[in-house]
Nanobody, 121 residues
Framework: QLQVVESGGGLVQIGGSLRLSCSAS????????WAWYRQTPGKQRELVADIRTNNETKYADFVKGRFTISRENAEKMVYLQMNNLRPEDTAVYYC???????????????WGQGSQVTVSS
């Protein structure tokens, strides 16, 4: 069964950087696309960036040019490099599989605890 563990969050000042890491286990990692999502209290989880099996990447408009998603299949890891952080980036960040099943059913795969990112003004 899939298990994901996110790490690397913290408190950072405006314009600062953080690198989030996601460790996955219990699944054939390289066969799947992966994504980072984020959620703030009272709002729905939103897609931040995704990376396909061929390493093609896509980004939400609000992070384009600032965030970079990457993956390391051998280590079963997904990363999110976040630069030039803004207060509106404050959220809990999650990683998970991204495919047609997860789009149709957001709870298709189990979610981790997430990693809190707080950008202070």
């Amino acid at each position: 069964q899939l298990q994901v563990v996110e790490s690397g969050g913290g408190l950072v000042q405006i314009g600062g950087s953080l690198r989030l890491s996601c460790s996955a286990s219990g699944i054939d990692f390289s066969r799947f696309g992966w994504a980072w999502y984020r959620q703030t209290p009272g709002k729905q989880r939103e897609l931040v960036a995704d990376i396909r099996t061929n390493n093609e990447t896509k980004y939400a408009d609000f992070v384009k040019g600032r965030f970079t998603i990457s993956r390391e299949n051998a280590e079963k890891m997904v990363y999110l490099q976040m630069n030039n952080l803004r207060p509106e980036d404050t959220a809990v960040y999650y990683c998970n599989i991204r495919n047609w099943e997860s789009v149709a059913r957001p709870d298709r795969y189990p979610w981790g605890q997430g990693s809190q990112v707080t950008v202070s003004s």
